[in-house]
Structure formats: C-alpha cells, structure tokens
C-alpha cells in the first residue's frame, strides 16, 4: 500500500462501526479516523483493558515512547478482542518482536511501514498482513493502484539486502546512544524511544523545539504533554555537530 498510514484509513471500513480501544498513548491517527468513521473510542493503558474490544489497536514498539510488548502476550489477546491490529512501523530495529510469521490467524492485521527503516518515506511504500480474507477486503478497497511501480522495484531490493539491515541496526543502538549523552548534556531526561527515535523530557517542549529549529532540525512537540519532545538521528557527521551545537546555545 501508499504506506502504512493509507492501511490505517482503510481499517474502519473492513466492518461495521463498533468499540475500538487503543493502547496509549500512541500514534493519534488510529483515533481520528475510527472516530470519523463513527467507531466508539476508548484509549487504555494496559493490554488487559483491551478485552472485549470489536477493534483493538497496539502500536509495537510504540510512538512515542518505545514501550514494546512480547509477542506471545499480544497472541494471548487475539481470542479475546473481534480484531487485533499491531502497527509495526518501527520493528525493523528488533525484528524478534514481529509477529508477521502469525499473520495469518484469523482477526490479526499486522501493519509494516517501509519507509521510516530505509529513510525513504517519500516512496510511500507500506504492508498490511492478514488472513486471506482480510487482505481481500482491504486490497478491494485500495483499488487498482495502491503501489507506484518504482516504489516496488525500489521496496524490494532494499528489503533484499540482508546485510545493509543487519549493519543499519547495529548502527542505529550506537546512534541511539550518542544522542541519548548529548541530551543529557543538556539537561534533557530520556523517557523512552527505540533506536530509531529518541523521546525526552525537555522542559517546555515548544520552546526545545523552536531552539532545534533555529538551527534547522525538526522535533515533534506534543499538546497533552508539554514537556516531551521527540528526536529522530542524525543522518551523517556534519548533522551529529549541527545537533551538538544547538543544544549547547
């Protein structure tokens, strides 16, 4: 599909309007559109609260934090909930956490983002696995042409290379690290994250960010927790000391 986030719209529509619940907090676009779709939404902090659901949602490793969960609990909620949904944007650093090799159980929709592991969101590139008749439904919706032709062609030699991915993640802890000492030096707490992002208690957030910003790099900020601000890594060297000399202004 056009990435992930198309999957994402299409979810409300592959059954009658219900209770969803979503575990947070996390990614707000699953309650935008379940709720536009006229779903009845409930967020939750714990698996357990998701039981009995229609829709569950759980985002592993989780936006914003990094809170990741075991494979075998989520497989434990399945039989409990109508449709379990595991959004899988950020999992190419810890492959062990995927539950893609169980894609095929009835009511679980495991969703992959491309884009966010091989820095090419622009391709619009994403996955959606499911049972067979799942997959159907969401490909009838998706129409004719969900994927540019490049797009694949590109997603599938990327995905090929086992090596680049084994030396990406290996770099990636080291990245995560670096970022995680010069944030301390700035008196910012790690609250969580993966090695692909970083989040932070930052003080007042807006303000952390328009410093970031003044030096050309873009945080998020969030409004029901002023403090957090998130970090994604530096691309190369000359980015790593643009980073360092705004954070120590």
């Known amino acids: 599909m056009a990435g992930a986030q198309a999957a994402i719209q299409l979810l409300p529509r592959l059954g009658p309007p219900g209770r969803a619940k979503i575990l947070s907090p996390t990614y707000g676009e699953f309650c935008h559109v379940l709720r536009a779709a006229g779903w009845e939404v409930a967020a939750v902090s714990d698996i357990e609260a998701l039981a009995d659901a229609d829709l569950a949602v759980i985002v592993n490793p989780n936006n914003p934090d990094g809170r990741w969960h075991d494979p075998g609990a989520l497989l434990a909620l399945l039989p409990r909930v109508g449709r379990l949904v595991i ?102 707490e790690l609250i969580g994250g993966t090695p692909l992002f970083r989040l932070y208690e930052a003080g007042v957030g807006l303000l952390a960010q328009e410093r970031l910003a003044g030096a050309q790099i873009w945080s998020r900020v969030f409004n029901d927790r002023p403090s957090w601000l998130r970090l994604g890594l530096p691309g190369d060297e000359a980015e790593w000391q643009r980073l360092a000399a705004a954070l120590a202004r």
């Open 87 to 188: 959004d899988e944007s950020f999992i190419d650093v810890t492959p062990e956490l995927s539950l893609a090799p169980r894609a095929g159980r009835p009511g679980l929709l495991v969703l992959r983002s491309f884009g966010k592991f091989y820095g090419l969101a622009g391709l619009r590139l994403g996955f959606v696995l499911g049972c067979e008749a799942d997959i159907a439904a969401l490909a009838g919706m998706a129409g004719p042409w969900p994927v540019s032709g490049v797009a694949i062609e590109v997603g599938r030699r990327a995905l090929l290379d086992r090596q680049w991915a084994n030396e990406t993640r290996a770099r990636l802890v080291g990245d995560a690290a670096r970022l995680d000492e010069l944030a301390r030096g700035t008196g910012w």
